[in-house]
């Protein structure tokens, strides 16, 4: 029985690196990779091994590959918008990482991703939070895992042996910490100039639980905009969106063929 778990994110600066540390330092793996590892780039796992990577990104292109192996299963890590675009990787400086576009782009393409039963959706809030917790939701979701059980989640750091691109996007960060939840509110300036240039998002927040009602708003009001641009400068126009649906399944003919 061979199995690939394939950690990925609603955006980078999800928390799919922490996910990935505690998945290779308390469960017993096979094999895995320093840090980022694209699925369509990873050989498929050998009878019996136990393979987990991560890469956020690869949730825009996941829906024709997980279709196409049954030895494959995702979890997606979400987080909540309104800290991704106010995080800061340990590459980017005083600098903001991500723009609200991706994390958008994510959801409206990570919808029908998720519907799938070997996909499962964790909150990067809930990890932090709970960490213990989610590592016992993980093997209800995927009982395979169980037996392969070594440590907590919340005891991760006394075993990781991080490299140093996973330290970087942890900013350095070894216990669990819940400290970088609700940080937009130290940040309004940047999640106002975000919202401006690429629009709201409370139906999403309200989709995934992070709010009830549009109230929030009210604490961006009399705010000046931020409108410098983020460290990862993706450029998500129409020439983008046309190479991601073209890659999406040359990646996925990729993975079938040569992987």
């Known amino acids: 029985m061979q199995k690939h778990i394939h950690v990925i994110g609603s955006s980078p600066r999800s928390g799919t690196?922490?996910?990935?540390?505690?998945?290779?330092?308390?469960?017993q793996v096979d094999r895995h990779y320093p840090h980022e590892r694209a699925i369509f780039r990873t050989p498929k796992p050998k009878p019996g091994e136990l393979l987990v990577t991560k890469r956020p990104k690869d949730a825009l292109f996941m829906d024709p590959i997980i279709a196409s192996n049954r030895d494959v299963y995702c979890i997606y890590v979400v987080r909540d918008p309104r800290d991704v675009v106010v995080s800061r990787h340990g590459d980017s400086g005083d600098q903001y990482y991500i723009s609200l576009a991706w994390w958008k782009l994510v959801y409206r393409q990570s919808q029908q991703l998720l519907q799938n039963p070997r996909v499962?959706?964790?909150k990067y809030e809930d990890l932090v939070a709970d960490p213990n917790s989610v590592q016992q939701q993980i093997m209800d979701k995927f009982p395979f895992i169980r037996e392969r059980l070594l440590h907590d989640f919340s005891d991760y750091y006394l075993y990781s042996n991080a490299s140093d691109k996973a330290k970087r996007a942890m900013n350095q960060r070894r216990e669990v910490t819940a400290s970088s939840v609700s940080n937009w509110r130290k940040h309004l300036p940047r999640l106002a100039g975000q919202l401006h240039l690429y629009g709201g998002i409370s139906e999403e927040l309200k989709a995934y639980g992070y709010e009830a009602d549009d109230n929030?708003?009210?604490?961006?009001?009399g705010v000046e905009p931020d409108l410098t641009r983020s460290f990862s400068r993706n450029e998500l126009g129409w020439f983008f969106l046309t190479k991601m649906v073209i890659r999406r399944w040359i990646y996925a003919i990729r993975y079938r063929l040569f992987c």
């Open 17 to 27: 690196t922490l996910l990935n540390e505690m998945m290779v330092c308390c469960f």
């Open 120 to 122: 499962m959706k964790i």
């Open 216 to 221: 929030w708003l009210a604490e961006l009001e």
